[in-house]
Every structure is written in C-alpha cells, then in structure tokens.
C-alpha cells in the first residue's frame, strides 16, 4: 500500500522515492531568503554589468547633454541613474548575501581541526588581487592605466569627425544656459540670438528658460537649436570658441599689438632722446607695431618710419 507523499516530510519523501525508484518533486510554500537573494544579486548584477559597459562607451556629459545622446531610449544620465541604483542594490544583496552565508566563508578560514588559518593561500591571493585594483588605478599603471586611455579615445570618438562644430558646445554644459547667457559667450546681443529663434519658430518669450528647455519645446537637441543661431550669424567671432577657426577676425585696430620683425624705423620722428632702445610705442606710420632696434627710446612719434614687417 502507497503511502500518501503530500503527508511526508521532505526527508521521508526523498526516501520514499529512493525506495521507490520514483522521483518525488516537492514544491516548499515557504519563502526563502537564500534563493531570492541569490536571485536577485544575479539580476543586479547583469544589469550592472550592461549598464556599465554602455556608460564606459558614452560620449563625455557636455557633449552627451548638448546633442541628445541616447541609447535604447535612455540619454546618458538615465544611464547613470540606472547605474548608481542598481549599485546601491547590489551592495544591499551582496551584505544580505555574506551574512546569510557567514558560517560557510568562515569555514573557508578556520578548521577546527587545524589551528590557524584554514585557507591561508586563497587569502593572500584575493587580498593581493583586491591590493592590485586599488592601487593600479591609483598610480596609473598597465592596464588600468591602459584601460582608461582606452576609454579616452572612445570619448574623443566623439568628437571627431565634426565639421560644423555642433557637436562641442560653446562652453561645458551650455544647455543650461538662458539665451542672455549663450548670447555673452558667442560675442552677439541677446537680442539677435532671440531674434534668430523667434524667425525658426522658436518661443522664446521667456528669458529665464535654458537652452535645452527652449530646444525641447519643438523635440530639438541643444546642439540643433545653436545651429540654427550659426547660420543666422555665420561671421560671429564666438564659432572659434567651438573649434572652428576664424580666418577672419576683427580687423587688427590701432593700439593691437601685431607681432613684427625688428626694423630700423629710421625717419623725421620726434622721439626725445638718442640712444639705442627696443621701444615697444606704436607709431602712427608706415610700420605700425611692435619696433625692433629703433633709433629712440621715447614714445614714438608721428613720423613716417619705414619699419620692416614680416
């Protein structure tokens, strides 16, 4: 006559099925810390791991925030925040896991049989190997240092490749700037870079809003919104802030100092004094500027001096 199993203890009931040659399977109501800790640590940490691997890979934060950067939907800082809570969680399950299984850990360390450290050799080894990540990094040797010169190009990879310019903002986290701000730092009025919005269907009737929020009233990025300012104003001085390269600045104005080559400013000057002097005095000349051996150590007059220039 079968005995009835659901009535069994889970020992009685593995030895049911051993005498049996039946497997019994037995389902237990109550909940167990152990396995969902385990569980959920190994979830914790495939998620660390993918969002680590996506925030080592990311563009550096003024260029993530100013063009929109997004990956699988996140921009980077969700990225981040994805990152550090799940860290927290982590270390919360990785404490409840030691905890839960300090009997064992210290069965790796002692035995009552043998006096002294059990495990002595794995201990130096993992000491040695956590002492090794904590100072490599430290004093920047291979390959931590490696690694992270590594994570530098891919950041600079980024930032390649980039004609316009728009990928670098005028200045680190401009996004956040208003528009009266952005105009002081690309040398405009706050009026004309209003004016250049207004004219693209920008609203910008309130002057206390950032850049990134006036972009995100028409689902821009930052960086699309600055475009639309650089075409409008292409000769601005401020687009060399941003990588490119002014060939045409303001015109040199008098009082400039121009880098020359000494000349000898021989002429009716009506410098007080004779003697031999490397005046640096603008004269209003031929050869304005920076005077090399000139005859004069006064304060150069208005005399037509024939200066070389080079």
Not at 9 to 29: D, F, N
Not at 85 to 110: D, G
Request: charged fraction near 15%.
């Amino acid at each position: 006559m079968s005995q009835n199993t659901s009535t069994l203890s889970p020992i009685e009931q593995l030895r049911a099925a051993a005498g049996s040659g039946k497997p019994v399977t037995t389902t237990s109501k109550v909940f167990g810390l152990r396995a969902f800790t385990s569980m959920l640590l190994s979830v914790s940490f495939l998620v660390l791991c993918v969002s680590g691997i996506v925030l080592f890979l990311t563009p550096r934060g003024r260029v993530a925030n100013w063009t929109g950067w997004t990956l699988l939907g996140l921009d980077k800082h969700e990225w981040s925040s994805l990152h550090v809570n799940n860290s927290i969680l982590f270390i919360i399950m990785a404490a409840t896991h030691l905890v839960l299984n300090w009997s064992v850990l210290m069965r790796y360390l002692k035995n009552k049989k043998v006096p002294g450290i059990h495990k002595w050799k794995e201990l130096t080894v993992a000491l040695g190997v956590a002492g090794l990540c904590v100072a490599g990094p430290i004093f920047s040797v291979p390959p931590f240092s490696s690694l992270m010169a590594f994570n530098d190009e891919v950041k600079d990879y980024w930032e390649q490749d980039n004609t316009s310019g728009s990928a670098n903002p005028p200045v680190a986290h401009a996004e956040e700037l208003t528009l009266a701000e952005l105009a002081d730092h690309i040398f405009l009025t706050s009026d004309q870079v209003s004016t250049a919005l207004a004219s693209n269907g920008y609203d910008v009737t309130n002057t206390s809003l950032t850049v990134a929020e006036i972009a995100e009233q028409k689902q821009q990025t930052p960086s699309e919104l600055f475009d639309v300012i650089r075409e409008e104003y292409p000769e601005s001085r401020g687009w060399g802030r941003i990588g490119a390269k002014s060939e045409d600045h303001d015109t040199a104005s008098f009082g400039e100092e121009a880098e020359h080559a000494g000349g000898f400013g021989g002429g009716g000057g009506f410098g007080r004094g004779q003697g031999q002097g490397g005046g640096r005095g603008p004269g209003r000349g031929m050869g304005g500027g920076q005077g090399g051996m000139g005859r004069g150590g006064g304060g150069g007059g208005r005399g037509a001096g024939l200066g070389g220039e080079l």
